[in-house]
């Protein structure tokens, strides 16, 4: 059986649109870029669609010079910030259990998301110099790191696990409610849960952990409206010690380039 690369997304900002990939460059904490901004609120605490699901809303988009941010639907000019933060100032942003170094983009994206969001927040970035370690009991070496992810480097689904959860809803969804940054096409339904150490282009990646769900994935992801689904079908035949899971967390072996069309191999 052979397993291919269908889909490579990175999510710059967390909890903000994705962007499409052709290929990518796995670095030690993921994909480049992938969640390496979050917003926080004004005790510094994260931010997602889980507090605000108006943020499914905005678009990113990246390039040379920067990245670009424009929201779907409200008429206000696009923000454009660059990929170096324009303030050296430095604080400590909470997400989940962890305290993470980050420093503030600008005051200009701090006014924008406050605006759009309708919400005081500042955007902040994550230096290379800020390290977050992944939870020891799922690491391989204990020196593993992440960024504003939710907790791990890279999230993979299966093309076919989409599918079977599909044939069980009255409504198909995309793939675009479970944010991986890897799909890949071949195989059962839900074979990446048993998947252990495998390479892609040039990368070598590892299994450890399938992702618990939370009631992100019932936000649509192109109206931002909330609804009972998927959650509560995967409920159903998808529940574990009371999580819910649906994909593989990964953590990085080995850096390298991967593209989209390049086959896994174990």
Known sequence: MSFIVSEITIYPIKSLGGISLQEAKVEERGLQFDRRWVLVD?????????????????????????????????????????????????QQITIWDDVVRGTRVSDEADAWFTSVLE?????????????????PKYSITKKEHTSFSDGYPILVIGQASLDNLNERLDEPVSMKRFRPNLVFTGGEA???????????????????????????????????EKGKEPLKTLTQYRNKNNKILFGQNLL?????KIAVGDGIEF
């Not at 919400?119 to 939870?135: A, E, M, V, W």
């Not at 990085?252 to 390298?256: A, H, I, L, P, Y």
């Open 119 to 135: 919400k005081k927040c500042s955007l902040f970035y994550q230096p290379d110099g800020s390290i977050r370690l992944t939870d």
């Open 190 to 224: 839900y074979v990446e849960d048993s998947w252990n150490y495998f390479t892609v282009g040039e990368a070598k990646l590892v299994g450890v952990k399938p992702c618990a769900r939370c009631v992100l994935t019932t936000i649509n992801p192109e109206t931002a």
């Open 42 to 90: 004004e005790n510094n605490v994260f931010i997602t669609q889980r507090q605000n699901e108006q943020m499914a809303l905005i678009d990113v988009a990246i390039d040379e010079d920067g990245i670009v941010i424009n929201h779907r639907l409200k008429r206000i000019v696009p923000l454009k910030i660059p990929l170096v933060p324009q303030t050296v100032e430095e």
């Open 252 to 256: 990085v072996v080995e850096t390298g």
